[in-house]
């Protein structure tokens, strides 16, 4: 019982080296190729290099979770390789071990890297990601849309064109749907915004409506910069925003972490906005740990070959193709999702269990078939 327990350990130890190795080069790779795409970028605008590597540095937890999942496949089947090319596993199998013993110890480390991805990697990735939007947002894109909806109140920027030039106004407030089907918020506070970043004016509303072209302020006070206060009157200000821009300018699902996310989904429900983005975020982070687990077995399954028996590297190639076309199966289904053509649990789930079970099939056919 010793040996098995002992062989066990020293091949999760050598997957878990090799999905580590793995997870560093593709983060690596990938963030460099989004470093390089934000200097072109960048090219156009005034932000300096270390702006730009500020933004890129903020996206690589981001980046490592989306990896993932690739990077226990990849170095699963280098690992799987080096034991099978060093004749490692024959001897094992000689000894009596079978497939389903030593896989349990990479199965128990791809469920824990998947496990510490949702539960840890998430909360760390949407922190860093958000701060690297608003960056990016501000620098790169300087557009408007929704910085946050947090304590049931919704935050807009958006350009003041009633300034010249023109400046920037961020609005607040609740907001209520409307008996014609319109969009509005009540508890409005508005601040404008110079240019050059100074504090220009407040206004405060009861109530805002949004019109075609313009929000309607109903019985707004102004306070300028000496703290004095209008009377109180109706003002349109002008925006570019529309109920649908600013549904789908929302604070993205990357950029919440797993545990803010079901009290998210429902302030954005009790909002009246669609929450399947978040829904279906949530539901795959949650589906994180199987997939990791379905894409070591599938490492396994496609790498274990022995050497003399040829066709190494055809069942090499094999494995890669099935993890992209899992990849590719997780895209679909999302897009699905998303759409509502599908139902939010199938479309994230659909993926994993897919996965696992064609793994669990591959194994059975070639260690008891």
């Known amino acids: 019982m010793t040996f098995p327990l002992t062989f066990g350990a020293y ?10 190795l793995m997870l560093a080069a593709l983060t690596g790779l990938v963030a460099l190729f989004d470093f390089i795409e934000l200097l072109r970028r960048a ?15 903020l996206r690589v937890p981001f980046v490592a979770l989306q990896v993932l999942p690739f990077a226990i496949l990849l170095g699963g089947i280098l690992a799987f390789w080096r034991l099978a090319r060093s004749s490692e596993l024959v001897v094992a199998r000689s000894a009596g071990i079978s497939a389903w013993g030593f896989l349990l110890g990479p199965v128990l480390v ?22 690297a939007e608003r960056l990016d947002a501000a ?44 969009f509005g918020l009540e508890e409005v506070s508005v601040w404008r915004i110079s240019p050059h970043d100074r504090f220009l004016s407040r206004v405060e509303a009861p109530r805002a409506t949004l019109t075609n072209g313009a929000w309607l302020l109903e019985g707004a006070v102004s306070f300028g910069a000496d703290r004095m206060a ?16 600013i549904e789908d300018s929302f604070a993205s699902p990357d950029t919440l972490s797993f545990w803010a996310l079901p009290d998210f989904i429902d302030v954005l ?32 399954g496609f790498s274990m070959r022995e050497a003399r028996k040829g066709g190494v590297a055809q069942m090499l190639g094999a494995g890669v193709a099935a993890g992209f076309a899992l ?14 053509t599908l139902p939010v649990v199938l479309a994230a789930w659909a993926p994993a269990t897919a996965g696992l079970m064609c793994a669990v099939a591959l194994l059975l056919h070639l260690e008891d078939g």
Request: hydrophobic share 45%.
């Open 11 to 20: 091949v999760a130890r050598r997957f878990a080296g090799m999905c580590l």
């Open 43 to 57: 090219a156009t605008r005034e932000a300096g290099f270390g702006i730009v590597a500020a933004i890129a540095g």
């Open 110 to 131: 791809a469920a824990l890297l998947g496990g510490i991805g949702t539960v840890g990697l998430s909360p760390l990735s949407s922190a860093m990601l958000a701060r």
């Open 139 to 182: 620098v790169l894109r300087n557009s408007s849309g929704v910085t946050t909806l947090a304590g049931g109140r919704l935050w807009l920027r958006q350009a003041d064109r009633g300034l010249d030039p023109q400046g920037v106004a961020i609005l607040s407030g609740r907001p209520f749907s409307r008996q014609d089907g319109g």
């Open 230 to 245: 209008s009377p109180p009157e109706t003002l349109r200000f002008p925006t570019e925003l529309t109920p649908g821009r």
């Open 269 to 300: 429900e009790s909002s009246g906005f669609s929450a399947v983005r978040h829904r279906l975020h949530f539901h795959s982070l949650l589906a994180l740990p199987m997939l990791a687990v379905a894409m070591a077995l599938l490492s396994a």
């Open 327 to 340: 990849f590719l199966l997780d895209r679909v289904t999302g897009e699905f999702g998303e759409t509502g």
